[in-house]
């Protein structure tokens, strides 16, 4: 009866894009042993337009149609189909999309009153829980499968509120977006990814997160977080027993942005915050979340502890800045590629992990390839000042990047280091 009943307000999504292909040249041997891994990473790249499509899923969740889907389904779609349960299709638009939870809110105008799936609560899912995964996998519409909920909060390092809930029913390419449903008929996640290297473990968004950034998403297009301006790592059991905290809890604050609502309440680095807003800090994945869901301006008290004593501190919330964005700009004036330096691509390239990031394209007369900048090279250090270890690093230093400025970069190629000096945007 469930299956019969909610599977006709899960949707197929069809998407269309033009993908623009700019001239990249290789300095790097490409032979035809590269597996298809590496390939993604130092492939040539043809020049001209290719045309692209994708599947994916959704649900439907008002009767005039409103449809939830992933943001990676639709984001840079020319075109979008939405084909119903009953096969009549129509094109939707896109009302809003969250690339940072990779939840997007589409709409079709089908003239008629819609079949639609009740909104269930994540929060009580329980490991064991039954759960039923609804899709239209490589094209195969309204396929379901059921598991089990294998893991809650799972981490993948998809984005920085990452909280998914961990199923072992067959998640598929052309599931994304799909709705995940308990027992009792109500969604409580949203298919989004699966582990390729095995089998029998997949991953949703739980529905309370895509509830909270719904109304964002219907009134404004985009979600408006808070801002707190501390960068955070996990307290080990070292670091709990060296800062005396009487347990493995908290998140412990390694740097904070200047002029941040961090800095102006006080707050310092080697601080642990346990507490934000009232709710406690167990684990520093939770910090996050709980920052961008509180409204803007509001005055939250924030427990630290320092020292091994607890401090209160208020501090007022900010709206989050989006340095993603501008970090993308440069790289593309800049006219290169990275990716970070894996010990697998390294072990590949036969070259020693040393940490960086690793320039993977070069734009053909773009500003790194004048300035000799080549594919292959490794780029450790910016300005003297600023060792970079991951594209994280690469992209947080680009952020003060101006049109005109000097740019010092630090390479390591073959065996040796060398300084290369460019003016950005030149």
Do not use: C
């Amino acid at each position: 009866g469930l299956v019969k009943k909610e599977v006709k307000a899960d949707v197929n999504v069809s998407t269309t894009q033009m993908i623009k292909r700019r001239s990249f040249r290789s300095t790097i041997p490409v032979g035809p042993i590269l597996d298809e891994e590496m390939r993604g990473y130092f492939g040539d790249i043809p020049q001209g337009d290719i045309k692209t499509q994708s599947l994916g899923s959704g649900f439907i969740i008002s009767k005039d149609g409103y449809i939830i889907t992933n943001n990676h389904v639709v984001e840079k779609a020319e075109d979008i189909k939405v084909t119903l349960f009953d096969e009549t299709e129509y094109t939707a638009k896109i009302i809003g999309k969250d690339p940072k939870t990779d939840i997007a809110l589409i709409k079709i105008d089908a003239g008629r009153e819609l079949p639609t799936v009740r909104l269930g609560d994540s929060d009580k899912l329980e490991v064991g829980d039954w759960v039923v995964a609804v899709g239209n996998p490589q094209g195969l519409s309204h396929t379901v499968t059921a598991g089990i909920v294998s893991a809650k909060g799972r981490v993948l390092g998809a984005g920085p509120y990452d909280d998914f809930i961990q199923t072992d029913a067959s998640i598929n390419f052309g599931n994304s977006g799909g709705p995940l449903f308990n027992t009792e008929g109500e969604v409580v996640g949203i298919n989004t990814a699966m582990l390729s290297s095995a089998q029998g473990i997949g991953f949703a968004i739980p529905i309370n997160m895509a509830k909270e950034i719904l109304p964002f998403l219907k009134e404004k297009g985009e979600v408006t977080r808070g801002w707190l301006g501390v960068s955070v790592q996990r307290v080990t059991p070292e670091i709990a027993q060296n800062f005396k905290l009487p347990e493995k809890i908290g998140a412990l604050v390694n740097d904070i942005s200047k002029g941040s609502p961090a800095e102006k309440g006080g707050i310092k680095q080697g601080d642990v915050i346990i507490e934000f807003d009232g709710k406690k800090i167990k684990d520093i994945h939770e910090l996050p979340r709980l920052v961008a869901n509180t409204t803007i301006g509001k005055e939250v008290i924030v427990k630290v502890l320092r020292e091994g004593k607890d401090i209160e501190l208020k501090v007022t919330i900010a709206k989050l800045k989006e340095p993603e964005k501008l970090a993308e700009e440069v790289l593309d004036k800049l006219g290169l590629k990275i990716q970070t330096l894996t010990p697998e691509i390294a072990n590949f390239l036969g070259m020693r992990d040393l940490g960086g990031v690793i320039v993977t394209q070069i734009e053909e007369g773009g500003t790194a390839s004048r300035a000799d900048i080549r594919r292959g090279d490794i780029i450790v250090e910016i300005n003297r000042r600023y060792p970079i270890k991951n594209v994280e690093d690469f992209k947080r230093v680009l952020q003060g990047i101006k049109e005109g400025e000097n740019v010092v970069f630090l390479i390591r190629r073959a065996e040796g280091y060398l300084y290369i000096a460019l003016k950005y945007g030149q």
